[in-house]
């Protein structure tokens, strides 16, 4: 069956993926980057089941960050053990962590897990439009945290309800390392700051940080741990590798 036009397909075919970007934030050549951002753009099936289950559930417009194909390349490129997300919402960017890791335990038996925080703020039926238009991250009615993720990709996911000032430190208490961690929620910078902090317990030298228009909080991370600062283009997502 033919997937309905939405605009989330029309937004991701505009929003081509920036190659340089995943070239410096995994130190791989630019034909690594280009050859995994192409593999996910490609995937024209799992695309459209995406698009698909969104405009199902209302949200035809709606994407949660600019750089799914990236999200995807980056794990593809290196192949983590562990993945920490803060914010899911829909779970468009779970789906592409969670399809990439999938793709690597096809290769390798020693496939990741992506471990998601969030707390879901949820519309009524009345607010909806109203807030679909505003491109919120809020959750249309009978719609739960990560809707959009397809069932058969939930066997990695370790995905936990609740404030991540709460959450994050417990989780980051259980595993030896954070491979790639992902920050995507409106943010106070002070909280951001002692999340991060929080985090970076666990990062290890080529561990890859990632936020969403979270300037200040990761600029000061960064220079924490004296790495670059790299920004994908036309974007709020920016990011750094640990030295």
Request: aromatic fraction near 6%.
């Amino acid at each position: 069956m033919t997937a309905p036009r939405t605009g989330l397909k029309v937004r991701l075919e505009r929003g081509s993926p920036d190659s340089i970007f995943v070239s410096k934030l995994s130190d791989v050549k630019l034909s690594v980057a280009e050859t995994m951002n192409e593999q996910a753009r490609s995937d024209i099936k799992f695309r459209q089941l995406i698009e698909q289950t969104l405009a199902e559930g209302g949200r035809s417009n709606y994407i949660q960050i600019c750089a799914p194909f990236e999200l995807y390349a980056l794990t593809r490129i290196k192949k983590p053990r562990h993945i920490v997300e803060v914010g899911v919402s829909a779970g468009v960017s779970s789906a592409y962590f969670l399809h990439a890791l999938r793709s690597n335990g096809e290769e390798d038996d020693d496939v990741g897990v992506l471990h998601s925080i969030d707390l879901p703020e949820k519309q009524t039926a009345r607010e909806s439009a109203k807030m679909l238009r505003r491109g919120s991250w809020a959750l249309p009615p009978n719609k739960e945290t990560g809707w959009a993720v397809p069932r058969r990709l939930k066997r990695n996911w370790d995905l936990r309800i609740g404030r991540s000032s709460d959450v994050l430190p417990d989780l980051i208490k259980e595993i030896d390392r954070v491979d790639i961690f992902l920050y995507d929620v409106p943010y106070l910078i002070e909280q951001a700051k002692a999340e991060f902090d929080i985090v970076d317990q666990k990062l290890v030298s080529g561990s890859i940080a990632l936020a969403d228009n979270c300037l200040v909080p990761i600029s000061y991370w960064a220079k924490k741990r004296g790495a670059k600062l790299i920004r994908r283009k036309n974007s709020g997502l920016r990011g750094f590798r640990i030295p």
